[in-house]
Nanobody, 121 residues
Framework: QVQLVESGGGLVQPGGSLRLSCAAS????????MGWSRQAPGKKRELVAT???????NFADSVKGRFTISRDNAKNTVYLQMNSLKPEDTAVYFC???????????????WGRGTQVTVSS
């Protein structure tokens, strides 16, 4: 059974910072891309950032220059450092991972349950 567990969410003032973590555990052979998405109330889920196993990153235009993504392959963990937070960053943040359960198997997308980030004064 594979699990992705997020942590690090909370309440922060505008201009503040938060660091989210997501650890993947279970019977995992390897992990391709990992990333973060978010969903605000009444809005569709949107992709925030992704990082490949080789470290190549991609960001939504709305967070470029403010968010960074990194990963520790030895720990199957991905991080999202969020700086200069704005009220419009308020959302539930979901971790995702594209991973293989065994050698030669098809990759499968897994999602975490999400962690709430609220940016408010």
């Amino acid at each position: 059974q594979v699990q992705l567990v997020e942590s690090g969410g909370g309440l922060v003032q505008p201009g503040g910072s938060l660091r989210l973590s997501c650890a993947a555990s279970g019977n995992i052979f390897s992990i391709n891309a990992m990333g973060w998405s978010r969903q605000a109330p009444g809005k569709k889920r949107e992709l925030v950032a992704t990082i490949t196993s080789g470290g190549r990153t991609n960001f939504a235009d709305s967070v470029k220059g403010r968010f960074t993504i990194s990963r520790d392959n030895a720990k199957n963990t991905v991080y999202l450092q969020m700086n200069s937070l704005k009220p419009e960053d308020t959302a539930v943040y979901f971790c995702n991972a594209d991973l293989l359960l065994s050698y030669g198997s098809r990759s499968i997308y897994y999602w975490g349950r999400g962690t709430q980030v609220t940016v408010s004064s």
